[in-house]
């Protein structure tokens, strides 16, 4: 995904997280995690990633 592309999924998820609220977000965002992630091949690059997201909150 080009810099372009990704900036307008994040613009996109950002856009749909305040229509459905802060109280619908945590879900929102666990679906579309685990939509992404039953779209990976391995499992190593997705345990890696979350320990990344860990590591950075």
Not at 44 to 51: C, K
């Amino acid at each position: 995904m080009q810099a372009d592309e990704l900036d307008l999924a994040y613009t996109r998820l950002c856009e749909t997280m305040a229509r459905v609220g802060q109280d619908k977000t945590p879900l929102l965002l666990a679906m579309v995690c685990l939509g992404l992630m039953s779209r990976q091949d391995a499992l190593a690059p997705v345990l890696a990633l979350i320990e990344t997201a860990e590591a950075r909150v």
